[in-house]
């Protein structure tokens, strides 16, 4: 039988929360300093939240990836420390599977309480999936909180419904408008607003009918890391369940996509779902072909009627959504819609 994902507290004004670096160190590098600090302001004014960073997480890039273990300490430090109540990560990467061997599943599982972040931190989001907490696969420090100007109204609001209230989320709704505009990460750049696009409403590649069952996915890149170690959930949890996948800015090639869901349906994971959410391509590489990729891996196997929703706005988009695990979601093929049917938060 599945086990149910502990969902942490809520997080309210004035609760001090932890950065981390689980993946790459850039938020400590001189260049990039500006930016973490300028993230950092967006939690405490928008937000109204506390913020200390986690004592290695900002000791640079050449630092980080040279000691994984510096890295998983401050993940340890920071849920064993009962002060903090939520973690965010500063960025993602492309190793942060080498803090495995640090990891402590314990002290995860005894101090359950938000932890949020994307791509390669999909791997820290199954340290706590195997630790028995749910987390909350959304925002970054140097990405979405730090954005130029100002944060997108979109992410404002789904970080507001989805850990700040212990409210229903209910149908989340596709943004009016997305960028994957590249501006490097200079000061100079600071002042420049990336360029913003007119955004289509979600796609039914194919199914009927509505849906229900508990979210869990992350990076398709990232995941392929997970596959084979202990952090693979047992086949329970794919179960019934709603899958959510998402590609990184590295704008994997459509056949990679092919042989990446091929082995979910050669493990029965495909055939156990109850549905999928694909996000939006970065910078909507390989839209058209990503899709003609899922559809031809569901008619080898026989899934033309599983129900699959697409360019959703999650992952390596912007603005975005936040996906909980282990909570419940709704797809709708008849109305193209997509809810999160539960509080995510306690």
Known sequence: ????????????PGDKIATVSPSWGGAGDESLRWRYEQGVQRLKNVFGLEVVAMPNSLKGSDYLYAYPEARAE??????SDKSIKGIIANIGGEESIRLLPYINFDTISENPKIFMGYSDVTIAHLFCHRAGISSFYGPSILTDFAENITMNPYTIKSIRSTIFSHEKIGEIKPADEWTSEFLAWDIENKDIRRRMQPNSNYEILQG???VHGRLIGGCMDVLEFAKGTVLWPEMSYWEDCVLFFETSEEQPKPDLIKYWLRNYAAQGILQNTNGILFAKPHDEMYYTEYKEAILTVMQEYGLEDLPILYNMNFGHTEPKFILPYGVQAEINCDEASFSIIENAVE
């Open 208 to 210: 009927t009918g509505v």
């Open 1 to 12: 039988m599945k086990t149910l994902l502990i969902k942490p507290n809520k997080l309210q």
């Open 74 to 79: 401050d993940l340890m430090t920071a849920f």
